[in-house]
């Protein structure tokens, strides 16, 4: 499968998660592009078969600035069936955390990208072993999701790759 990650970060924590979705991709034997969101092209997303979007939030209210560009672009282009997954760095005891996500997806799915119903949002860096996890495991159904055409593939890719059952409770 072709995956595209696309992030944005300011201390670094989104682009963070955004290497260890990369690594794990590339170890369930996907080919991986990387790119900040800045410097995408937003048309390149309906080369992928599964896009990854990270953002950070600074202002609850607000996309990240680098990613205004990107969100204006989605209008010009028809991404009907377009898959993606959002995930991103955030203050969790916010009232409204990691709100630029919900910003971004909900524009999405207006737009005709389908969209991962689960969201990863990481408090601060993901350093300890579980964010990490949380990292990986949320890549990992993201890729069943996304390549979940037929039922044999959802259960030969689940035997591949050796993850446990669905663990609801490591996303918000
Ligand atoms: C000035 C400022 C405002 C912030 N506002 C929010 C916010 O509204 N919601 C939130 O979830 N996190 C907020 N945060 C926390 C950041 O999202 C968090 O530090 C995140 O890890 C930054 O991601 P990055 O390292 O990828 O840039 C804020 C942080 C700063 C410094």
Redesign the pocket.
């Known amino acids: 499968m072709k995956v595209f990650i696309g992030y ?8 963070k998660m955004a290497v260890i979705i990369k690594n794990r991709m590339k170890a369930a034997g996907c080919k991986v592009y990387m790119e900040r969101l800045d410097t995408v092209e937003v048309d390149t997303l309906k080369d992928f078969d599964l896009a990854f979007i990270g953002l ?5 209210v607000a996309l990240p600035y680098e990613a205004n560009e990107f969100y204006e672009e989605i209008e010009q282009v028809d991404f009907k069936g377009v898959k993606v997954a959002f995930f ?5 005891t ?1 009232t ?4 630029a996500i919900n910003i971004l997806s909900d524009k999405k799915k207006e737009y005709g990208f389908h969209v991962f119903e689960k969201i990863l949002k990481i408090h ?2 993901s350093s300890t072993y579980d964010q990490i996890k949380k990292c990986e495991d949320f890549a990992v159904y993201a890729l069943i999701w996304g390549n979940k055409r037929k039922k044999w593939r959802f259960l030969s890719w689940n035997r591949v790759l050796s993850i446990p059952k669905c663990q609801k409770s490591a996303y918000l």
Do not use: F, I, M, R
Request: aromatic share 8%; hydrophobic share 25%; net charge negative.
């Open positions: 944005v970060s300011l201390s670094g924590n989104t682009e950070y939030t600074w202002n609850k991103g760095a955030g203050d969790l916010h409204e955390p990691c709100a601060q860096e």
